[in-house]
C-alpha cells in the first residue's frame, strides 16, 4: 500500500491551463474517485499520476516519495484503461503473465501471481481462452488482472467501465468494490458517472475545468455541496434550482424571495450574504412530497409529463409562478397525467442556498416557524 500526494499539480498545453493547481491527499489503501464532466481533466489528472503526461509544475510523491520526474515503470502503479487492451493473439493466462515475463520475473513467481489473480477474479474456466472468445464482463476481468499480478503500490482505474452495458457495469462495480476490499490497495478510479462515484468511493474528488471543487465523502458531498456545482453534479435526478432574491438580513437571518416559494426565512453565513443580492435556492427531486392544498408551505405544480418505471416515477413541469424546469422523483408508480395541478410540500429544512454570482454555498439552514411577518431577529425556531 502506498498514500498519493499531488502538490499544486498544473498542466499546461501551449497557452491552455488544463490542470489549474491541483492539492490532493490520498491515504494508504483508500479508494478515490474522481469525478466530472467530460473534458473536466480528471483523466489528465490519471494520466500525470501514472506518468503518461508530465506535470508543468508542482510535485507528485507516491509513498512519501517524490516521482514527478519518475517514469511510469519505476513509479509502483498500474493502471487498467477504458480499452482492454488485451493482445487478441494471446490466452488469457499469457496475457496475465506477459508483463512480468519482461521484467524477467522467475517463472515460478509469475506462475503463482497469475494462478492468484485468476482465483481472485472467477477466471480460472478461462486461462486458455482467447480475448475473441470472451464476453466484455470477461475481458475487463483480465485487464484489471493484468494489474494485479504487477501488485503495484497504487491502481488507476480509467472510466474502466464506459464500455460494458448496464447490467454488467453493476456487476463489475460490485467486484471491483470486492476486489478492494481484498486487496487494500490504494486505488484511483476515474469516471464521468456519479451513481459510480457514489457507490464505490470511499472519497470523491469533483473535478472542474482543471480544479477539484470538493473533496469529501460522498455524503458529505452529497448532504453539504460547497457550491452550485457540486451540488448539481452529484445526485441524480440533478438538484432543482429557483432564482430568488435577499430581500434583507437580520441576526444571521435571512428573507429570501422565491417565485413560487413565497418568502422564506433562512440561517446563513453572514460573511457571504447581504441584503439585495441574487441567490438560488435548491431543492433534490426528492426532497418533493404530497400535501394538502391549502396546508403551511404547500406550493403548486403544474404537470407537463410523467415517466414511470414501476418501481419510481419521474415528474416533469413546473411550480406555478416560477419559469425553472422542476423534476420529481418519487420512490413508487405514481398515478399523474399531463396537465395536472398537484399540491406539494418541498423539504424546506434540506434545502441549499447559492450565492448566484459565484454559486458559493451560504451554509443555510431552514427557519420553519419564522414567519415572513415576524421581525427577521426573533429567536422563534
Known amino acids: ?47 500525470i499520476i501514472s506518468g503518461l503526461e508530465e506535470t508543468t509544475s508542482g510535485a507528485i510523491e507516491i509513498g512519501g516519495a517524490e516521482v514527478s520526474k519518475a517514469s511510469p515503470a519505476d513509479r509502483g502503479i498500474a493502471m487498467v484503461f477504458q480499452s482492454y487492451a488485451l493482445y487478441p493473439h494471446m490466452t488469457v493466462a499469457q496475457n496475465l503473465s506477459f508483463g512480468l515475463e519482461n521484467t524477467r520475473k522467475p517463472k515460478a ?47 488507476l482505474f480509467d472510466e474502466p467501465l464506459s464500455n460494458l452495458d448496464a ?16 486487496l487494500q490497495t490504494t486505488m484511483i478510479y476515474v469516471t464521468h458517472d456519479q451513481v459510480e462515484a457514489m457507490t464505490m468511493a470511499d472519497r470523491i474528488a469533483v473535478v472542474n475545468a482543471g480544479r477539484i471543487e470538493q473533496f469529501g465523502a460522498p455524503l458529505e458531498l452529497f448532504e453539504h455541496p460547497v457550491n452550485r456545482f457540486v451540488a448539481g453534479f452529484i445526485g441524480s435526478p440533478r438538484m ?54 391549502g396546508t403551511p408551505e404547500a406550493i403548486a405544480f403544474d404537470v407537463d409529463y410523467a415517466e414511470s418505471v414501476g418501481t419510481e416515477t419521474y415528474v416533469y413541469g413546473k411550480i406555478a409562478g416560477n419559469p425553472a424546469t422542476t423534476i420529481l422523483h418519487f420512490a413508487d408508480h405514481v398515478a399523474v397525467n399531463e396537465n395536472d395541478r398537484l399540491s406539494l410540500r418541498p423539504a424546506l429544512g434540506r434545502a441549499h442556498l ?25 429567536e422563534t425556531r
Open 167 to 182: 447490467a454488467l457495469r453493476v456487476q463489475m462495480r460490485a467486484e471491483i468494490g470486492k476486489l478492494h476490499r481484498r
Open 354 to 378: 447559492f450565492r448566484l454570482s459565484d454559486g458559493k454555498s451560504l451554509k443555510a439552514v431552514y427557519r420553519p416557524q419564522t414567519s415572513p411577518m415576524m421581525a427577521a431577529g426573533s
Open 240 to 293: 432543482n434550482f429557483y432564482p430568488g432574491t435577499i430581500k434583507g438580513i437580520r441576526d444571521g437571518v435571512a428573507h429570501i424571495l422565491v417565485p413560487g416559494f413565497g418568502e422564506l426565512a433562512f440561517d446563513v453565513d453572514p460573511a457571504l450574504a447581504e441584503e439585495g443580492i441574487e441567490v438560488e435556492l435548491g431543492v433534490r427531486p426528492t426532497y418533493f412530497s404530497f400535501a394538502e392544498e
Open 1 to 47: 500500500m502506498a498514500d498519493l500526494a499531488l502538490r499544486n499539480v498544473v498542466k499546461r498545453f501551449g497557452e491552455v491551463d488544463v490542470i489549474k493547481g491541483v492539492d490532493l491527499e490520498v491515504r494508504h489503501g483508500e479508494f478515490v474517485v474522481f469525478v466530472g464532466p467530460s473534458g473536466c481533466g480528471k483523466s489528465t489528472l490519471l494520466r
Open 109 to 155: 513467481e509469475i506462475k503463482a501471481r497469475v494462478s492468484e489473480a485468476a482465483r481472485m477474479l472467477e477466471l480460472e474456466p478461462y486461462l486458455q481462452r482467447k480475448p475473441r472468445e470472451l464476453s466484455g464482463g470477461q475481458r475487463q476481468r483480465v485487464a484489471i488482472g493484468r494489474a494485479i499480478v504487477r501488485e503495484p503500490s497504487v491502481f
